[in-house]
Structure formats: C-alpha cells, structure tokens
C-alpha cells in the first residue's frame, strides 16, 4: 500500500494535466434560524467529483483505497449524534488497486446527526467538519486528503 501511494503522489507529479483536486465539499441544509443548545440537526455535506474521478465510499477494505471518513473535531459545541449517513456506492473491479471496491462518481451526499452541547453558549459558531478521502482515475490515485469545511451556525438561547 504504501508503494502504491508513494507511486501515486509521484505520478500526480509528474502529470501536469492532473487536476490538484478533483473533489470539493460544500455543506447543504444547515439550519436558518438559531438552534437551541441540546438540539440536534442533520447537516448534508455534498461531496462533488469532476467527471473521469471517483471518491471511495466510508467502507475500510484492508489493502485497499483509503475510505472516505467524515467526523467532527472534538473542543467545539457540537458533535455527531450518530453514524454518518452515506448514499448507496457503485462496486467495481478497480484496476488501481486491483480489487473490488466501492466508490462514488458524480456527486455524493452524506448526512451528518449534528447535536449542539446541552451548555452551549448562545451566539454565532463555527462548525468544523473534517472529510478526509481518497480520489482516483482509471489510471491515477492521488494521494489521501483531508479537508476541513466551516460552517456558521447560530446556537439560540
């Protein structure tokens, strides 16, 4: 495996047509009006991947792509509720690591169960959400990235 990432990042290198990032994240349904600490909300984090580019889905395969795996950094207001909501993949027989995997194209939506502290104080946060990933192409796996997406969040009284 660790091969297979030197020889990628290598590879990302030395092609300059490879895109830097091929997959950006973008919050949806974060809540409009001030919510009360205690209170719980679903968060959608959108996860779009330029065409010819896939994104591994959050199932860890031993030897295989790095999973998607989406949390919330601990010291902060908030936290996750529960598991991490992910779509139904596509599996494919993938030539880059030369086993069954599964991945995502197009666009992926995970949901995140978001609760604010019980002792929240009241006024405008910042939510960080942290999505570390993996993107590949039929011939080219970058290397494993880690992202962080801000986003406000009014905690009411």
Sequence with gaps: MKKLIL???????????????PVSWK?????????????????KLAARIEEGWHLYSMKRLEEGPIATRIW??????????????A????TIQDPNFNMEVEYY????VFTLPVRISPNAAAGPRKLE????YQSCNDKLCLPPRTVKIDVAIEIGK
Excluded: M
């Design 7 to 21: 020889a990628a990042r290598a590879a990302a290198l030395s092609f300059g047509a490879a895109p830097p990032n």
């Design 27 to 43: 919050p949806q349904n974060a809540p409009a009006k001030p919510v009360k600490p205690g209170a719980r909300f679903a968060l």
């Design 72 to 85: 919330i950094a601990e010291g902060q207001p908030f936290e996750l509720a529960g598991a991490v909501a």
């Design 87 to 90: 779509p139904p993949p596509e």
């Design 105 to 108: 194209e197009g666009e992926a």
């Design 129 to 132: 959400v942290s999505a570390s």
